[in-house]
C-alpha cells in the first residue's frame, strides 16, 4: 500500500498560528508526514543536523512517545507509529533537529488530534504557510519551495562551501575581520611559551614612555 504523504512546514521561529496534524485511529500505515523546518521565511539548513526526532506527550496519559524521523534530500519524514494512533486523543509535539553529540539544535512545536473515525477536513490546519510545490534540481543540487503565494524559498546546493577569508575574499570570516587578526600578528614578536627570549616594544602614554626593559622617561613631578 502506497503512503499518502503531507507536506508541512515547521516554525523554529514559533510565530503564527500553531500546525495542527489530523490523523485517524489505526492510520500508522496509510500516511507520512513530510516536515519543512524553516526560521524567519527561509528554509533551515540541514548541515549538522545528524538525527531528527519528533516527541509527542499525550494529554491523557504519562508516556511520551519519541519517533525516529527519516532525512533524506533536505526533507524530514515521520511516518506515524501504531502507538501513536492506538487511541484517539490530543498529542502535544514538536519536532527535535538534533546534531552529532545528541544536543538539539532546533525544536518546532505542533499538535497532533488523532480521531477515532473518518475525519473530513483537511490533514492539516492553521499551518504557518501552504506548500504547493516542491522543485529538486538535479544538477546543481538544490531544492526550490513555492508556497500558495507564488513566492519562493531556496535552499543551499548540498555541494555549497565557504571559502577561507583572505585580504580579498570574504569566507566564514569577511575579509575586512581577517586583515584585522592578521595585523595584530605584527604586535607579537615571539611565542614566549616557547625556547628564546622574546622582545617587548615600548609602550608611550603622553609624554611618558615605557621601555621594554622597564626604564621609564619623560615623567614629571611638580
Same mark, same amino acid.
Given at each position: 500500500m502506497s503512503l499518502i504523504t503531507t507536506t508541512v512546514s515547521l516554525d523554529a521561529q514559533k510565530t503564527g498560528d500553531q500546525v495542527t496534524m489530523h490523523l485517524v485511529r489505526g492510520d500508522s500505515g496509510t500516511?507520512?508526514?513530510n516536515f519543512i523546518p524553516i526560521s524567519g521565511g527561509q528554509m533551515i539548513s540541514l548541515y549538522g543536523v545528524t538525527a531528527a526526532k519528533v516527541q509527542a506527550q499525550s494529554l491523557y496519559t504519562d508516556d511520551p512517545l519519541l519517533i525516529d524521523c527519516t532525512i533524506t534530500g533536505g526533507l524530514i519524514f515521520m511516518v506515524p507509529t501504531a502507538a501513536l494512533v492506538a487511541?484517539?486523543?490530543e498529542w502535544a509535539a514538536q519536532l527535535v533537529l538534533l546534531d552529532s553529540g545528541n544536543q538539539t539544535?532546533? %525544536?518546532?512545536?505542533?499538535?497532533i488530534i488523532v480521531h477515532g473515525t473518518?475525519?473530513?477536513? =483537511?490533514?492539516?490546519?492553521?499551518t504557518n504557510t501552504t506548500v504547493t510545490e516542491i522543485r529538486w534540481d538535479s544538477t546543481y543540487q538544490y531544492m526550490t519551495i513555492?508556497?500558495? =503565494?507564488? %513566492?519562493?524559498?531556496?535552499s543551499p546546493a548540498m555541494t555549497h562551501t565557504h571559502p577561507k577569508a583572505s585580504a580579498t575574499v570574504d569566507g566564514f570570516l569577511s575579509k575586512e575581520h581577517y586583515s584585522k587578526l592578521v595585523s595584530y600578528d605584527t604586535w607579537i614578536d615571539q611565542d614566549v611559551s616557547q625556547d628564546g627570549t622574546p622582545t617587548f616594544y615600548n609602550a608611550t602614554i603622553g609624554s611618558v614612555t615605557i621601555a621594554h626593559d622597564g626604564t621609564v622617561t619623560g615623567l614629571?613631578?611638580?
Amino acid at each position: 500500500m502506497s503512503l499518502i504523504t503531507t507536506t508541512v512546514s515547521l516554525d523554529a521561529q514559533k510565530t503564527g498560528d500553531q500546525v495542527t496534524m489530523h490523523l485517524v485511529r489505526g492510520d500508522s500505515g496509510t500516511r507520512t508526514f513530510n516536515f519543512i523546518p524553516i526560521s524567519g521565511g527561509q528554509m533551515i539548513s540541514l548541515y549538522g543536523v545528524t538525527a531528527a526526532k519528533v516527541q509527542a506527550q499525550s494529554l491523557y496519559t504519562d508516556d511520551p512517545l519519541l519517533i525516529d524521523c527519516t532525512i533524506t534530500g533536505g526533507l524530514i519524514f515521520m511516518v506515524p507509529t501504531a502507538a501513536l494512533v492506538a487511541n484517539a486523543g490530543e498529542w502535544a509535539a514538536q519536532l527535535v533537529l538534533l546534531d552529532s553529540g545528541n544536543q538539539t539544535l532546533h %525544536s518546532m512545536p505542533f499538535t497532533i488530534i488523532v480521531h477515532g473515525t473518518v475525519y473530513t477536513g =483537511d490533514a492539516i490546519e492553521h499551518t504557518n504557510t501552504t506548500v504547493t510545490e516542491i522543485r529538486w534540481d538535479s544538477t546543481y543540487q538544490y531544492m526550490t519551495i513555492v508556497l500558495a =503565494d507564488g %513566492s519562493t524559498i531556496t535552499s543551499p546546493a548540498m555541494t555549497h562551501t565557504h571559502p577561507k577569508a583572505s585580504a580579498t575574499v570574504d569566507g566564514f570570516l569577511s575579509k575586512e575581520h581577517y586583515s584585522k587578526l592578521v595585523s595584530y600578528d605584527t604586535w607579537i614578536d615571539q611565542d614566549v611559551s616557547q625556547d628564546g627570549t622574546p622582545t617587548f616594544y615600548n609602550a608611550t602614554i603622553g609624554s611618558v614612555t615605557i621601555a621594554h626593559d622597564g626604564t621609564v622617561t619623560g615623567l614629571k613631578f611638580t
